[in-house]
């Protein structure tokens, strides 16, 4: 049946689903069975392979002719063919975010995270605080039908400790005070009512669920530096003068060379110019000098 391959073929072909290609290779799936692989020729199944089952009897004697006949053709992804990824139930997709206005998300009947109202007691002081009144509540519908489990209350708490308004975030590792001492720090109801509150502060994390050891620069007790400066830093001083030698210039004077004071020196602004005397003034002179001669 190995050599049976016009057999499978003509099978592909009579089913009219679409071009066969060249041949690929023959697998013995069996005694009796052998499947033959053939290229696929169709648009948009790039990599797909036609397969094509060939099953026969065993003769009873062994010069006996043996009859093929076609089990089955169906048309295969091969190796690299371009498929689906694999198919992941919705419940399993759904991530923090996806729930848009309108969005129905209900969560299933044995979800983990829930338990029934009327058994979940590890938030209550003590057993009687479940008295004859509450039991009565939830009989008529008044409380809530489901509540947090331990698990889902864990998990809560996992998610906001390791947050970003946990303890180990950036805000919080460069504040000194903490959450738990804030005025605008309100604590959570029931078993995590030590650990987490929301915040009131509109200019911090308003309206959200923050650890009671995050901290941020925004709380009620932060004490504003002093001075008239930012808040980050002082005023900066600007009439305290530092004096730094300088060094000396090329042309300075040496230790021999005369050093004239500033004191000894004239200013050319106050010394009155003379002016060279006319031929008038000098021609005077020199007629009494010839007449004492004479």
Same mark, same amino acid.
């Given at each position: 049946?190995?050599?049976?391959?016009?057999i499978?073929?003509?099978?592909v072909e009579?089913?009219?689903?679409?071009?066969?290609?060249?041949?690929?290779?023959?697998?013995?799936? %069996?005694?009796?069975? $052998?499947?033959?692989?053939?290229?696929?020729?169709?648009?948009?199944?790039?990599?797909w392979?036609?397969?094509?089952?060939?099953?026969?009897?065993?003769?009873?004697?062994?010069?006996?002719? /043996?009859? /093929?006949t076609v089990?089955? /053709?169906? =048309?295969? &992804?091969?190796?690299?063919?371009l498929?689906?990824?694999?198919?992941?139930?919705?419940?399993?997709?759904?991530?923090?975010? @996806?729930?848009?206005?309108?969005?129905?998300?209900?969560?299933?009947?044995?979800?983990?995270?829930?338990? &029934? !109202?009327? /058994?979940?007691? @590890?938030?209550?002081?003590?057993?009687s605080? =479940?008295?004859?009144?509450?039991?009565?509540?939830?009989?008529l519908?008044?409380?809530?039908?489901?509540?947090?489990?331990?698990? %889902?209350?864990?998990?809560?708490?996992?998610?906001w400790?390791?947050?970003?308004? %946990? &303890?180990?975030?950036d805000?919080?590792?460069?504040?000194? =005070?903490h959450?738990?001492?804030? %005025?605008f720090y309100?604590?959570?109801?029931?078993?995590?009512r030590?650990?987490?509150? $929301?915040?009131? !502060?509109?200019?911090?994390?308003?309206?959200?669920?923050?650890?009671?050891e995050?901290?941020?620069?925004?709380?009620?007790?932060?004490?504003?530096?002093?001075g008239?400066?930012?808040?980050?830093?002082?005023?900066?001083d600007?009439?305290?003068? #530092?004096?730094?030698?300088?060094?000396p210039? #090329?042309?300075?004077?040496?230790? !021999?060379?005369?050093?004239?004071?500033?004191?000894?020196?004239?200013?050319?602004?106050?010394?009155?110019?003379?002016?060279?005397?006319?031929e008038?003034?000098?021609?005077?002179?020199a007629? #009494?000098?010839a007449?004492?001669?004479?």
């Open positions: 049946m190995i050599a049976a391959v016009d499978a073929r003509e099978a009579a089913s009219g689903e679409g071009a066969v290609g060249e041949h690929i290779e023959a697998v013995v799936e %069996g005694d009796c069975t $052998v499947s033959h692989y053939f290229a696929a020729d169709i648009t948009g199944y790039r990599g392979v036609w397969c094509s089952v060939l099953a026969t009897c065993p003769p009873v004697d062994a010069g006996d002719d /043996i009859d /093929i089990s089955e /053709i169906a =048309l295969l &992804p091969g190796s690299d063919a498929t689906a990824p694999q198919w992941v139930p919705w419940s399993q997709r759904i991530a923090p975010g @996806d729930l848009g206005p309108g969005d129905v998300l209900a969560a299933p009947a044995d979800d983990p995270r829930l338990v &029934p !109202n009327h /058994i979940d007691s @590890d938030s209550l002081q003590s057993e605080d =479940l008295d004859d009144v509450s039991a009565v509540m939830l009989e519908g008044l409380g809530r039908t489901r509540v947090l489990s331990r698990e %889902g209350r864990d998990d809560a708490a996992t998610r400790f390791e947050g970003a308004h %946990g &303890p180990d975030s805000m919080a590792g460069a504040s000194k =005070l959450c738990g001492s804030c %005025g309100l604590p959570v109801a029931g078993a995590l030590v650990a987490f509150g $929301v915040c009131a !502060n509109e200019y911090a994390a308003d309206g959200t669920v923050v650890s009671a995050y901290g941020c620069g925004a709380h009620s007790d932060a004490v504003a530096p002093s008239e400066g930012s808040p980050a830093y002082d005023a900066y600007d009439g305290a003068i #530092e004096i730094v030698p300088a060094a210039a #090329e042309n300075a004077p040496t230790d !021999n060379a005369p050093v004239v004071a500033e004191s000894d020196t004239v200013p050319s602004d106050t010394v009155a110019s003379v002016d060279a005397p006319t008038a003034e000098v021609a005077p002179v007629d #009494e000098s007449s004492a001669d004479s």
